[in-house]
C-alpha cells in the first residue's frame, strides 16, 4: 500500500503506535507496512470479534434425553419403556424418534421403531414383530413405547434417540432391561438368556 498524502501517513502511523506498542516501528519511510505483523497484531482481536459475532447469531442448542438406567420386567408381560426428552425449539413436524436394541452380549444394534411426522413405525423384523405400540406424546416431550409379552431374549439394552431439528442431539438415552421371572412367594428371580 502507498499512501501519497502526509496526513494519511500521520493517520496510519498514529494507528500503528496504537496496534503494535509492543512491537518496533515499522518502516514507515517507503510508505509501505508489513502485513504479517499487523496479521499478527489483529489475530487474536479478530478471533475475538468472530467469536462474538457468532455468539449472537448461531444458536446451537440440544435436545437432553432422559431414561432411566435399568428397568426389571416380569416375563410374558407388557413392558414400557420410558423415554422423555427437553428441547428449547418447539416440537415441530419434523421431529423425530427412533428406537433400537442392544441384545445382551452382542456388539450390534438392531433398530426396531420410528415415530416421524405424527405416524409410527414399527419394525417388521423379529424378535418384535407385532409387539411394539407408540406410548409417547411429542408435545409432552414423552417418547416412550410399549413392548407386549416380553421374553427372556428381550434381555438388553434398549436405546432412544430423538431429534427435534434445528436442536442436536449430545447422547441418546439407555435402557438396560431386565427380564425376571416371579418366584415363589412373589420373589423376583432374574434369569439369564443364554
Known sequence: MKFHDGNNKKRLELLMSRLFSTYKRC??????????????AL????????????SHTVKVSAV??????????????????PCTFTSVEVIS???SVSW?????????????FYYFNGKP????DIPFKDRITWAGDLNKKDASISISNMQFRDNGT?????KNPPDIVVKPG?????????????????????
Open 121 to 124: 413405525y414399527p419394525g417388521k
Open 43 to 54: 489475530m487474536p482481536l479478530v478471533l475475538l470479534l468472530s467469536s462474538l459475532y457468532l
Open 174 to 194: 439407555e435402557i438396560r432391561v431386565r427380564v425376571v421371572e416371579k418366584g415363589p412367594n412373589n420373589r423376583i428371580d432374574i434369569l439369564s438368556a443364554v
Open 158 to 162: 434398549y436405546i432412544c434417540d430423538v
Open 64 to 81: 437432553e434425553v432422559n431414561t432411566p438406567e435399568e428397568i426389571f420386567v416380569e416375563n410374558g408381560t407388557d413392558a414400557k419403556l
Open 27 to 40: 518502516d514507515m519511510n517507503s510508505y509501505h507496512f508489513n502485513f504479517l505483523i499487523l496479521e499478527t
Open 93 to 95: 413436524s419434523a421431529a
Open 100 to 112: 433400537s436394541f442392544q441384545p445382551e452380549g452382542a456388539a450390534t444394534r438392531i433398530s426396531f
